[in-house]
């Protein structure tokens, strides 16, 4: 090997392992182990202080789980990451070192119905609260952030109607205010979209999606770019003074472009304890190695049947930003380059009950709730994943009754469009 950076394709492949050195085994080996031997007392000592990097306890640490966050920061451009339980506890660890109760974070109106539920009343018990605000509007997200906002979210392509956020202008307002901008870049993921680039100071996965890409694992990933400074102002006291969840550490100073990642695995995962599995990593592992390929036909593949359905005379409109009516259409050439991703919505003419008979009668996509499979994937998100939400914040979530959200899959392009059309006569008979 050079020293000349490597391509996204030889990082996605090897970046964050090597051969084992116990074995030569080529692949990571699923290390399926609770506890590591200390050489010595000395080391065990070392390890606890932070002085020495090693393995203690697999709630903290694993040598699979390790080389899964190791690969992601690559992919992400990252100094540091952690890998979760899930994409829920991803959000959760990220907020962690940085908020407080009586904080509060400022997000985007067009989020995944389960953090607009987990942000509205779950981290409310923590005393920590969301505002949320239309981020296509940088001044109306300036105009929310006060004296008590630790973070803005949002994510790069918003399920479920795929509109894309402007992250440098979101970056620019976060930076103003001082304060972190977090992006959940599940949606896109680091092949189409690195927030990094585009100033969000830390990134959040759902692996369970693309990463992993064919439904089998639930995991999450935090990905820091360790370009923040915790130090600037006293508002992230947890990063920037005496600690006392670690025996009064003080993580910025101490650990520099690290002390995020750092809090994240001493503190938060020592004691919120959302750990992903070594059996989950090696998965999502594998799922990384094709992750170009994949994305490269899911991109492909929701393009050609976003312009199929926008033509079709049963279809109101389609929300794709790939295409040329989207509002988000120039966006996108700036935020995803390589493809607007193949999450969208569409619009059937006969409302709510075609929608229904369309979701009945599909063979080929399966109704599930989950996005980012090799599957072409269906939902009616009003009456499952935003069932909870007002009919207002449906709408507002881009989840109205009329709409279907699809996640295009990798299958033959004809075989995707063949069913969506068999499906639509017998719902629009
Ligand atoms: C699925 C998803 C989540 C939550 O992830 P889990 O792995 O299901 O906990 C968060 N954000 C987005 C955009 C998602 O699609």
Not at 55 to 66: A, D, E, K, Q
Not at 211 to 223: A, F, P, Q, Y
Request: glycine letters at 8%; charged letters at 15%; hydrophobic letters at 40%.
């Amino acid at each position: 090997m050079t020293d000349r950076p490597m391509g996204f394709d030889t990082l996605a492949i090897h970046a964050g392992t090597a051969p084992d050195p116990a074995t030569g085994a080529r692949q990571v080996p699923i290390y399926q182990t609770t506890a590591y031997v200390f050489r010595d007392a000395d080391h065990a000592a070392k390890l606890f202080n932070l002085q020495e990097v090693g393995y203690i306890y697999s709630r903290l640490n694993n040598p699979t789980v390790s080389a899964l966050a190791s690969r992601v920061c690559a992919l992400e451009g990252g100094a540091g990451a952690i890998a979760c339980s899930s994409g829920h506890a991803a959000q959760l660890m990220a907020l962690f070192p940085i908020m407080q109760p009586g904080r509060n974070v400022v997000a985007s109106t067009r989020l995944y119905g389960g953090t607009i539920q987990q942000f509205s009343n779950t981290i409310r018990k923590f005393g920590w609260s969301a505002k949320f605000v239309d981020f296509d509007d940088p001044k109306a997200i300036a105009a929310a952030i006060d004296d008590d906002t630790r973070a803005v979210f949002c994510e790069t392509i918003c399920n479920p109607g795929g509109a894309i956020s402007d992250l440098d202008a979101i970056a620019r307002v976060a930076a103003h205010a001082g304060v972190p901008l977090i992006v959940d870049n599940t949606t896109a993921s680091p092949y189409l979209c690195r927030p990094i680039e585009h100033g969000a100071t830390l990134v959040v996965h759902s692996a369970t999606k693309y990463l992993t890409g064919n439904g089998t694992v639930t995991g999450g990933i935090v990905v820091d770019s360790g370009k923040f400074d915790w130090s600037a102002s006293k508002k992230f006291p947890s990063l920037s003074e005496p600690e006392p969840a670690y025996h009064g550490l003080v993580f910025h100073p101490t650990l520099g472009n690290m002390a995020f990642t750092f809090h994240s695995i001493a503190i938060g995962l020592r004691d919120l304890g959302m750990t992903m599995n070594p059996q989950g990593a090696h998965y999502t592992l594998m799922g990384i190695e094709t992750l170009s390929l994949r994305m490269q036909r899911h991109v492909e593949n929701a393009q050609t049947v976003a312009e199929w359905l926008e033509q079709d005379p049963r279809i109101e409109a389609v929300t794709y930003p790939g295409l040329k009516s989207s509002p988000y259409h120039n966006l996108a050439k700036m935020i995803t380059p390589k493809g607007a991703g193949a999450l969208f919505t569409f619009r059937v003419k006969g409302g709510y009950e075609a929608c229904v008979k369309l979701i009945d009668n599909v063979k080929l996509f399966s109704h599930v709730a989950n996005l980012g499979d090799t599957r072409s994937l269906i939902i009616h998100s009003a009456s499952t994943t935003h069932r909870q939400l007002s009919p207002e914040a449906q709408v507002q979530a881009g989840a109205a009754p009329d709409m279907v959200r699809v996640s295009i899959g990798i299958e033959n392009v004809a075989d995707i469009i063949a069913d969506l059309n068999q499906a639509l006569e017998k719902a629009t008979a």
